[in-house]
């Protein structure tokens, strides 16, 4: 079982950045973040795989980079441009992925961290 922690969420105007970090009691095989707004269901925002290929989804691309430190086993989220519509909890996972663009989550989730994107 792996313990996944995040932090980094706060308040930021649109057009501002925040970096999101999620720190993990072990190596996983991939690792992604997702969101849930209120209201509406959780989403895959983005994932990385242990090689380091990384997927997005369309409503973030060109806005968000998604990283991992392996040494530390710690992952990242640098959010530029951030728009209303980004505001939301971001959780952590841990999974796998497969052909690229496809990941599977395992019931790790670090506790969530709320975004919140407001003039």
């Known amino acids: 079982q792996a313990e996944l922690v995040e932090s980094g969420g706060g308040v930021v105007q649109p057009g501002g950045s925040l970096r999101l970090s999620c720190s993990a009691s072990r190596s996983v095989f991939a690792m992604a973040w997702y969101r849930q707004a209120p209201g509406k269901e959780r989403e895959l925002v983005a994932f990385i795989s242990s090689s380091g290929d990384t997927n997005y989804a369309d409503s973030v691309k060109g806005r968000f980079t998604i990283s991992m430190d392996n040494a530390k086993n710690t992952m990242y989220l640098q959010m530029n441009t951030l728009k209303t519509e980004d505001t939301a909890v971001y959780y952590c996972?841990?999974?796998?992925?497969?052909?690229?663009?496809?990941?599977?989550?395992?019931?790790?989730w670090g506790q969530g961290t709320q975004v919140t994107v407001s003039s």
């Open positions: 996972n841990g999974g796998t992925s497969y052909g690229g663009s496809n990941y599977i989550p395992f019931d790790y």
